[in-house]
């Protein structure tokens, strides 16, 4: 009796000490924001599909090549079925970079683990093939995920990109003043900030003019790439 008790309780200590030393979830596998020690702010823009309209912001993307603005893209797939010559454009700007935002644009939480890696290796699959691009950057449709999200996406290598402001552009009661006080009053050293490219932004690119002209010098905020905000050291003094 004895003895098959302190082989239970060997086996409980044993089961305890296991789930203590399994890897826990760390958030920081999902990416917010960059080093805060860095003077440098990400502008993001979503390529999520769209039902009607051409699906692309010319004069925004017109606006941050003429200006030379370090911009990240996320392109779904059916995004890019649509905007192959788009596609190939953003690719050759080299102050751009491209990263993915789902296949179809699921709410991947709904999904299994084996749809939701579908849905995600999609467009890489495609940038891979067809245009020799390595894209490893990822941000989930809706910034929607749940655990199994993270597994997958750390198990393909990607890095989970989300951002800690939200412009709201989509939103088309928002003005231009509204959605630029708004990105204003929470940029800070490292920050993400998700706009959209696929025309469902109406004030995209005049929130863009007036934040790279105005807001950010003021804040002595520098535009950079997702990638480069990750790999930021403070200033030299
Ligand atoms: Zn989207």
Known sequence: MLQQFNAWLLSVLLIGSLS??????????VIKSG?????GIALTFDLCPVRKG???DQALVDYLIQHQIPSTFFMSGKWMAKHEEEVDHLLGVDFFEIGTHGEVHAHL??????EQRTEILGPVKVLHKHYAHEATLF?????????????????????FIQWNIESGDPDPSLSTEQILTRIAKR?????????HA?????QTRQVIERLTIEVLPHQG??????????NCSPPTP
């Not at 597994?151 to 990607?158: I, N, P, R």
């Open 187 to 195: 940029a800070k050293p490292g920050s993400i900030i998700v706009f």
């Open 54 to 56: 051409p699906g692309y």
């Open 139 to 159: 941000r989930p449709p809706y910034g929607e995920y749940n655990d199994v999200t993270v597994d997958v996406v750390k198990a393909l290598g990607l890095r």
């Open 221 to 230: 905020l520098k535009p950079m790439t997702v990638r480069e905000l990750l």
């Open 35 to 39: 080093p805060p020690s860095c003077p």
């Open 198 to 202: 696929n025309g469902n932004g109406k």
């Open 20 to 29: 203590l030393s399994l890897p826990t979830r760390s958030p920081a596998q």
């Open 109 to 114: 939480p709904m999904l299994n683990a084996d």
